[in-house]
């Protein structure tokens, strides 16, 4: 009765979060002239600039109307300078006008970086956790004395036999709140990814009292590269500064759980201000849900969420910037003994450019399983790439993606468990050093109707301890089929394949899985 209550009330929050994600299209603006008639006009756009001289620009900002940000014109060639002045002026009322903004032209909010507010922030932060960990929790290495940070300064860093969710998953994620820190104070990616090493090196010497952490100084910089944008982007999806009442407290709200670095607005004011509605951005989200079985388990009740960020296909980008492509991937089951198996998979680019249908370029990755079928594998690094985006006239539609990617990750031990090194805390233990990651994804289909798609990843984890390599491969294969704009069923079927070496020892064990899921489209 108790699970049959958690997923009815799921299924209620699901169907009802799509207003989180919903943004304003059309709005009325009123300017009042200087004869104190009001003029109106229509625009397609949440907000617009004017053209200025560039004398102008160096003395004076420019306001906009229904907030107290302000806005600057970019550095536009001499053709979209021009084309910034095109607007048709009503015949029948000389107060009434439409102005129509080209696609080509980028409202560019003027954000200025602030890296002493982004480095209070960050501190801020770390010290919070510190104190949750220390009055709240009570552990013992949040016990922190002048002699504790000498004595880390001296010592020099060491590895971290620390449990798996907490090496491969809640430092990742603490290097992407730093991260995302940054970010929020204007900091470009690069900069940003510096922060969030300094923030990991502040928290290992001076906020724990055990020895500092290489693996953990390692995995929260590449957390900030390859997690922190992705939630950053993700956050202010939901934020709409033009909502109010209680849909603008469950926007912030849900902002801040996807992304505690959101936290800040709180403080800053900005969570409670009117503003302007949020840009438009292309994405597509899903929300999975249904019933889960492997061949080794029982049925399980089986949370899925789903997103593809596509600001790529913007027609007036003229550049790419990190993860204005990016996947994530979540699978949450629900067993008798709770929340057991847990899954995790993003993927976006870097840099790169546009090519005929698709990217090309770096991209970045990070993979979390732990799970009953799949046991322990993570990974977290860069690679080449490329993704494909095809639409026909007749709705039919071709997607593909691929990536080798060096990582840095963790693995079960299939033997050896003496040697794992890692988890032994808890008698946890996993694998940890470099290896490789190679993914592909198709899918196939008609829209309306559904589609079937393919993915296939190869991991490898070489042993920084010992000579052992942990292989996993996992094949999936959905078949989905449409029953409105907003809902499908999908059909799946998971193959997990692992295999290990070490020295002339050779382990190989399968398991598979299959799944019948509802999906709720946004």
């Given at each position: 009765m108790k699970r049959i209550t958690i997923i009815t009330i799921f299924a209620t929050i699901l169907i009802n979060s799509s207003n989180l994600f919903a943004a304003a299209t059309n709005d009325i603006l009123l300017i009042q002239s200087p004869k104190s008639k009001k003029l109106s006009f229509d625009y397609k756009i949440s907000s617009f600039f004017l053209p200025v001289s560039e004398d102008l620009i160096k003395s004076t900002d420019i306001t906009a109307p229904n907030g107290d940000a302000t806005f600057i014109v970019a550095n536009y060639s001499q053709k979209l300078k021009d084309a910034?002045?095109?607007?048709?002026?009503?015949?029948?009322?000389?107060?009434?006008?439409?102005?129509?903004?080209?696609?080509?032209?980028?409202?560019?909010?003027?954000?200025?970086?602030d890296y002493s507010r982004a480095a209070l922030e960050l501190a801020s932060l770390n010290l919070t956790i510190w104190i949750f960990n220390k009055y709240i929790m009570k552990e013992s290495w949040a016990n922190i004395s002048l002699e504790s940070i000498s004595k880390n300064l001296k010592s020099g860093f060491a590895w971290d036999i620390d449990t798996f969710r907490t090496n491969q998953l809640g430092h990742p994620y603490h290097g992407a709140i730093h991260y995302s820190v940054a970010r929020a104070n204007g900091l470009n990616f690069f900069e940003s990814t510096i922060y969030s090493t300094l923030g990991s090196?502040?928290?290992?010497?001076?906020l724990e009292s055990i020895r500092p952490s290489k693996n953990d100084i390692i995995i929260n910089t590449l957390g900030g590269i390859t997690l922190g944008e992705a939630l950053f982007k993700i956050a202010d999806l939901v934020v709409d500064e033009s909502s109010g009442g209680l849909e603008r407290a469950l926007r912030e709200s849900f902002a801040f759980i996807i992304n505690p670095a959101y936290g800040f607005r709180a403080f800053s004011g900005k969570a409670f201000k009117t503003g302007n509605p949020p840009e438009?951005?292309?994405?597509?989200?899903?929300?999975?849900?249904?019933?889960?079985?492997?061949?080794?388990?029982?049925?399980?009740?089986?949370i899925e969420a789903n997103l593809e960020y596509k600001d790529f296909l913007k027609i007036n980008l003229s550049e790419i910037n990190p993860y204005d492509w990016f996947t994530l991937d979540f699978r949450l089951g629900l067993s008798d003994d709770g929340f057991q198996d847990k899954e995790i998979f993003t993927t976006g680019i870097l840099t790169g450019k546009k090519v005929k249908n698709g990217l090309a370029g770096l991209f970045g990755v990070f993979d979390y399983i732990n799970s009953n079928i799949g046991d322990k594998m993570s990974a977290i690094g860069v690679g080449p790439g490329i993704l494909t985006i095809f639409v026909s006239d007749s709705d039919f539609f071709f997607n593909s993606s691929g990536v080798l990617s060096l990582i840095w990750g963790g693995s079960s031990p299939s033997f050896d468990l003496e040697n794992s090194h890692f988890g032994k805390k808890t008698n946890d233990p996993y694998f940890l050093g470099p290896g490789m990651l190679g993914r592909f994804k198709l899918e196939l289909g008609k829209k309306g109707l559904g589609?079937?798609?393919?993915?296939?990843?190869q991991y490898w984890i070489h042993s920084i301890h010992t000579n052992t390599n942990e292989f996993l491969a996992i094949l999936s294969l959905?078949?989905?089929?449409?029953?409105s704009d907003k809902s499908q069923i999908r059909l799946g079927y998971d193959y997990y394949l692992r295999h290990a070496s070490l020295q002339k020892e050779y382990f190989r064990g399968a398991k598979q899985a299959i799944c019948a899921l509802y999906v709720l489209k946004f």
């Open positions: 910034i002045s095109q607007f048709s002026l009503g015949t029948k009322d000389p107060f009434v006008f439409s102005l129509d903004i080209p696609s080509e032209i980028i409202l560019t909010l003027k954000n200025k970086k090196y502040m928290w290992e010497v001076f438009k951005h292309y994405y597509s989200l899903e929300f999975p849900f249904g019933v889960y079985r492997s061949s080794a388990d029982k049925p399980t009740f089986v589609s079937i798609d393919t993915g296939f990843s959905n078949l989905k089929c449409d029953i």
